[in-house]
């Protein structure tokens, strides 16, 4: 057709109980637009794609035409698939719906993992089976939800406001929420659907809540478990510890999370913050301030200690780059969850929330979960090769 027009945005449903392959990279903070995915795709295949800036970012909202994105774009996804032996046609088939989740999760990990291997470093890909064990299962428990959805669609003129029961007790019971959480959340759930004035008794607040953070929790636990077999690799099981480091890390007192990952640092290292500080990635020009560099080091950590400012995922790596070569990926890992958990908490101003999603992350509550994920990662039929995975 001569008008029609190809884009490439974010995807978003909103679906607390499975999240989308963007709305995770979202919560990471890492870039969604695109143009930084495009870039992203430039920088690891050294190949250029030919379009502007410009024509990038009609690409992420109103589109661009299908001749021109075919001509700039096919030549890179053909890079892509000889470089790393895949058929995207395979792994996404035409016709592909937004809301079949397995689908783009098996995509999106396999991309995962093409990435990772293209790298410098040497990953062992198998340290991530709790993180894809997690992806795996809650796809599996999804389907009854994605049937609903189907059936709802088929209904014209429906409300989705009106059948919010419907669409979330399929899964419910799946999710890792207190057994009085689940019953008073569909309580609360039934009183919006008919009558979207309602305003939830604190204990519905606390039960929608959790199940609003529920996969994020699990998706931290996963996470934490990969940070343990990067630590660990290398060791035999009797050397190994499954202690939960994340608990360690939300135990500690700063004015954010991501302040508490520096004081669990300061803590396990031994030194000041003076000292840590030295280690801060900084763009200094002395004759901007007249404060010395040290100075400027110093400020910048104490602004990330109370959640003034957030560094980059790049400076964070950078930042991390000085510590043990073992220890750099699983702190950026929980440099990610921490900053994760700030941009949760920054979502709500009023300060009863901000109290309540506190208490969602205490260390006694995620513990719940981490438990729960161990011990489903312990038991999953996920191969721990991701090459036969997917």
Known sequence: MKHEKVAMKPLMLQNPFLKTPDEVANLFGLPLSARRKVKLIEFYLQEEVKLSDRSLDNLGSKGISKQKA???????????????????DQLIPDG???????????????????????????????????????????????????????????????????HLVEFYEPVIGKAHLRSCHQDVAIKALNQFSQDRSYSPTIEELEALSALHQDFNLSLFASLDLVALNLLWAGYNDE???????????????AKCYFGRLIAFIKRKVGCSFAKISELVPVQFDSSESGRTEKEVKIERLKEWRKGKTKPSVSTMDEFFSHFDLDDQIPLLIYGLICQAIDREISKYRCADERALLQQTYSPENYRR??????????????TTTTEATF
Do not use: H, M
């Open 239 to 253: 050397q190994r510890s499954e202690d939960s480091v994340l608990v360690e890390i939300l135990a500690e007192d």
């Open 369 to 382: 979960y981490y438990e729960k994920e161990k011990a489903a990662a312990s038991l999953s039929t996920a």
């Open 96 to 162: 592909t719906l937004i809301f079949e989740l397995d689908v783009l999760w098996q995509a999106a990990i396999k991309a995962f993992f093409c990435g990772l291997n293209s790298g410098e470093l040497e990953v062992d890909t198998n340290c991530f089976q709790p993180f894809v064990a997690f992806i795996e299962r809650r796809c599996r428990e999804y389907l009854p939800q994605k049937e609903v959805i189907l059936q709802l669609r088929e209904r014209e003129g429906l409300d989705p406001g009106s």
């Open 70 to 88: 075919d001509k700039a774009i096919e030549p890179i996804l053909d890079s892509f698939e000889r470089r790393f032996d895949l058929d995207l």
